[in-house]
């Protein structure tokens, strides 16, 4: 029979084929596309074909199962069809996309499966007007009915049950059997987590059996082997199972015990004490936690159950360092879980083994392997090649006895963290020790002593100097293997301050970490001829213990001008006074290790300053009429002397000679008004003129 919609389609494709006008190639187009149209609509490829809301071809009932829908694995299922279609297949993995991929078997085995485990099987085949159809049913394969459940007892007479809210427990409900006694207690999925304490006259053991039970029928599941409860420790007695520090920061504690009970986890420092009883550090129920700690101290655990007053032994950290390398040698060093760890909380309960029962086995892997006979801290040995990477941890195995009157075996292990070493990325170690100054040539000197703690030998120096926007950069190298390490930078101190550090390069290529800075001493002035100079470091590892300051007159003589706290101002106000054209000064840094560093010479000008007096008495307090000042920067010097009326009575070209007062004649001059004239030049070539009037005393 043939739908409106595709009698609608056919029609089109007849009407393409008789329109002559359009190409041959264009109408077999066309009629492809149509065609393709007109192919059956009843399903897409994401359609679930056992929705019978969106497929109009599902049918209700078309197999049957022959035997239960459910059961444990190899579960084996047989299919009868209800329908006497014809082309019949099964796909007995149906996952609802539209895609079957079946065939005719009526037969299949699903197998275990570690929780219950639902599949689809789909039915399809062809009706007799031709059309499709499809039937669907669903089977589930269920795990043995042995739960997950966990028992704890005390005093010959509690029993603790625990049935955890676990993805293993996918039963529909839980039987617990008391084959002692013959009672029995029905556990509802929804009542998980479950847990109940059961109380008994005083028993030694007691036999008890838990299943997980399915509400539908089943085959071929096992039941699980009754458990012989020991009623004064229960069979799920809290331990610490492994303590693993994971970084600098963090360990991570894994314990067992009763499921869903609550314990509590108490810490300490290995010098230190628990907490009281009802402070814990954590309370949490079995499983694995992480603790922050510091892993350069060594810590400890316990855990303790109120319930039946279970304690753990007490386990604890491994402190490893990082690697050393010493003297072409690889160093391990780390500290040794303790052998006597017997510890009361405030209460007095006890964490630990019972002393003799004790048992701690060290072992130290290496990049994942047990190295023997290796035990004792520390470990030390040759460096193989620059490309080599190792790492090391140390693990300890313990086991012994929990103290008390339970004293159940328990089995333990600590790890340290990873400690790691990587020569082909190793940085090696910094210099220290070096200090600046500046040379005779005015240039920066720098010298280093090679202290670095790093073993392998030097195939080269470098002299980072510090460049504007860039930080510090190589600006020179040095091969020499012979103490001290000098550079000279050729550049004119004068301009600085200038920064230094120095690197180096070890025989396998490796460079170094920078060493600290040091930097040049720079002595200046303001325009108040006050000098001035940089609050440097020129020394490290030394510091500045005192200043210098020097004056060099023009012979090359060098006079100590002052030192001491007052310059630690980095500033003075020199006496110019005598001093003619310029005065040279510097300063010297001493360290507190007895260093000196220099700095730059400093020419300060002096600009000529003359001072006339305006009256003189012959004979007197004043008995020249002398100029004051720094004459030593005049040149070209002439000083006259006239009267009142205009006759020259006194003139000199000597700067120390001046007029007494006195005449040609050698009598004293009349007391009045007389007139001076100044003629030199200065440093700079430029004249120097004064006039002026001064009156003669009695």
């Known amino acids: 029979m043939v739908s409106a919609h595709n009698a609608l389609i056919l029609d089109l494709i007849l009407c393409v084929m008789q329109t002559r006008i359009l190409p041959v190639v264009f109408r077999m187009g066309l009629i492809f596309v149509l065609g393709f149209w007109c192919m059956p609509k009843t399903e897409t490829l994401a359609q679930n074909l056992c929705d019978p809301l969106s497929n109009p071809n599902y049918v209700s009932n078309g197999f049957e199962i022959d035997g239960p829908s459910s059961g444990c694995g190899p579960f084996n299922v047989k299919l009868n069809d209800l329908t006497g279609y014809s082309n019949i297949k099964y796909d007995f993995y149906y996952q609802g996309d539209g895609r079957p991929s079946g065939s005719s078997s009526i037969t299949n085995t699903y197998f275990d499966e570690p929780e219950i485990t639902p599949y689809t099987i789909l039915q399809y085949g062809t009706k007799a007007d031709g059309s499709p159809f499809y039937s669907c049913k669903n089977v589930s394969v269920l795990p043995d009915a042995e739960p997950v459940f966990s028992v704890n007892a005390c005093d010959n007479h509690l029993m603790i049950i625990n049935i955890p809210n676990a993805t293993e427990n996918s039963f529909d409900y839980y039987q617990i059997s008391f084959l002692d006694d013959g009672s029995s207690v029905t556990v509802q999925a929804s009542e998980l987590p479950y847990s109940e304490n059961f109380s008994s006259v005083n028993a030694t053991t007691r036999d008890i059996l838990i299943e997980g039970m399915s509400n539908t029928g089943s085959t071929g599941c096992s039941s699980p082997t009754p ?201 090696p170690a910094p210099i220290n020790d070096l200090y600046v100054t500046v040379n005779d040539n005015e240039q920066p000197e720098i010298t280093a002593i090679d202290d670095a703690d790093w073993p392998l030998s030097r195939q080269k120096y470098y002299l980072l100097t510090e460049q504007e926007g860039a930080g510090f950069m190589a600006t020179d190298s040095s091969n020499t293997a012979v103490a001290p390490i000098q550079f000279v930078d050729p550049v004119s101190a004068a301009n600085g301050p200038y920064c230094y550090k120095i690197t180096y390069q070890d025989s396998c290529g490796r460079i170094s970490e920078p060493s600290p800075e040091v930097c040049t001493i720079q002595i200046t002035y303001n325009d108040q001829s006050n000098l001035i100079w940089s609050n440097s470091a020129p020394f490290n590892p030394d510091i500045v213990n005192n200043y210098i300051l020097y004056y060099e007159d023009p012979t090359g003589g060098v006079f100590q001008i002052d030192n001491g706290a007052q310059l630690g101002n980095f500033s003075f106000r020199p006496d110019l006074t005598g001093l003619s054209n310029s005065a040279r000064y510097f300063i010297e840094v001493e360290s507190s290790n007895g260093r000196i560093s220099k700095s730059n010479y400093i020419d300060l000008p002096i600009s000529t300053k003359i001072y006339i007096a305006d009256a003189f008495t012959p004979n007197g307090a004043n008995p020249q009429f002398e100029l004051k000042g720094n004459l030593l920067s005049l040149n070209n010097f002439n000083f006259k002397i006239f009267n009142r009326w205009g006759e020259l009575i006194f003139e000199t070209n000597d700067k120390n000679n001046f007029w007494d007062g006195r005449l040609k004649s050698n009598r004293i001059a009349p007391v009045g008004l007389y007139h001076y004239v100044l003629k030199a030049t200065d440093i700079h070539n430029e004249l120097i003129q004064r006039t002026g009037s001064f009156l003669l005393l009695k």
Request: charge should be negative.
């Open 227 to 427: 458990v012989t409860v020991d009623m004064k420790t229960g069979n799920d007695y809290v331990s610490i199972d492994s303590l693993v520090v994971k970084d600098e920061n963090t360990v991570s504690l894994s314990f067992s015990g009763g499921l869903n009970q609550e314990y509590s986890i108490y810490q300490r420092t290995i010098n230190g004490s628990y907490p009281a009883y009802d402070s814990p550090t954590k309370k949490e129920t079995p499983g694995t936690y992480d603790f922050n700690i510091n892993t350069s101290q060594q810590y400890c655990y316990g855990i303790f159950g109120a319930t039946c007053h279970q304690s753990s032994a007490e386990i604890c950290t491994i402190p490893i360092d990082p690697i050393k390398v010493v003297d072409q040698k690889k160093i391990v060093e780390w500290i040794s879980h303790p052998t006597d760890n017997f510890t009361l909380l405030a209460s007095g309960v006890g964490f630990g083994s019972s002393g003799t029962n004790k048992n701690i086995i060290p072992t130290l892997e290496k990049n994942g392997s047990v190295m023997a006979g290796v035990s004792d801290s520390p470990y030390e040995e040759q460096l193989l090649d620059c490309s080599e990477s190792v790492c090391f941890q140390m693990i300890a195995q313990i086991d012994g006895v929990t103290k008390g009157n339970d004293r159940i075996p328990y089995e333990s292990f600590s790890k340290s963290r990873k400690v790691c070493l990587d020569l082909s990325t190793f940085m």
